[in-house]
């Protein structure tokens, strides 16, 4: 199946290799893209260095690429998934991966250690209240430093070709431009965009556990039902 994956421009590297591993072909469609905020990745990465944060919290690959090439020192080190942490890794920062690919998977994974700690977050300028409030009731000290926009592209999504549109986030969803067709499977990669997607209508046939790899899974089960389904018929 040919997939249109929803990517910022220039960051889906690895993608097709990916997808060819579960015997599908894949492409990059950009409802969004990143404008870096260099003033705050500079002042981010001095309180890194000067050893402010008891833990950095990764949510997505981009801010780690911005940022891991320009540490030279770094406490504990949290990725939310396993792209992000190849990011980070490719750099030579070790770090410890989420067992469930979401944000609000930090707190409970960190436990009673996060009490007293300052954590920075460095993400894009998306809100995540749940992730803050979490933190702070578990008596942390959260500092999330936004250091990058997503800013919407307005451009049409190029579905012509595609079989299946999977979308990695809320946002690229929620500021996508795109035409329906009945015969385009809809995927969402984790709960939270499928969570976005039913509430404007829109259920997803597939939904991942927040990883490529765990979407395309779960594809090919879909796939698999389908045509068992169909043969029973």
């Not at 990143?34 to 260095?49: G, H, N, P, Y």
């Not at 990669?189 to 997803?204: H, L, Q, Y």
């Not at 991942?208 to 068992?228: K, Q, Y």
């Amino acid at each position: 199946m040919n997939i249109a994956v929803t990517r910022l421009a220039g960051k889906e590297t690895g993608d097709a290799a990916r997808c060819r591993a579960f015997g599908h072909h894949c492409y990059a469609v950009a409802p969004l893209r990143a404008e870096i905020r260099q003033d705050l990745v500079t002042s981010f990465v001095e309180a890194v260095e000067e050893n402010r944060y008891d833990c950095l919290f990764f949510s997505s690959a981009l801010p780690a690429q911005i940022i891991a090439p320009r540490l030279s020192r770094w406490p504990r080190v949290v990725a939310i998934g396993p792209q992000t942490a190849k990011t980070l890794q490719h750099f030579g920062i070790e770090c410890e991966i989420l067992p469930r690919y979401y944000s609000s998977s930090f707190v409970p994974y960190l436990g009673e250690w996060i009490r007293g700690k300052r954590i920075g977050i460095p993400r894009a300028d998306v809100p995540n209240p749940g992730l803050i409030g979490a933190i702070r009731t578990a008596g942390g000290i959260p500092e999330e430093i936004r250091v990058y926009s997503l800013i919407p592209t307005r451009e049409a999504l190029d579905l012509g070709d595609a079989g299946a549109v999977l979308f990695t986030s809320a946002m690229s969803f929620e500021q996508a431009v795109w035409k329906r067709r009945t015969d385009l499977l809809l995927m969402a990669i984790g709960e939270s965009t499928a969570s976005a997607m039913k509430r404007r209508g829109v259920v997803p046939s597939v939904t991942g556990d927040g990883s490529l790899e765990g979407t395309l899974r779960a594809l090919n089960g879909f796939l698999a039902e389908d045509s068992g389904r169909a043969g029973f018929s």
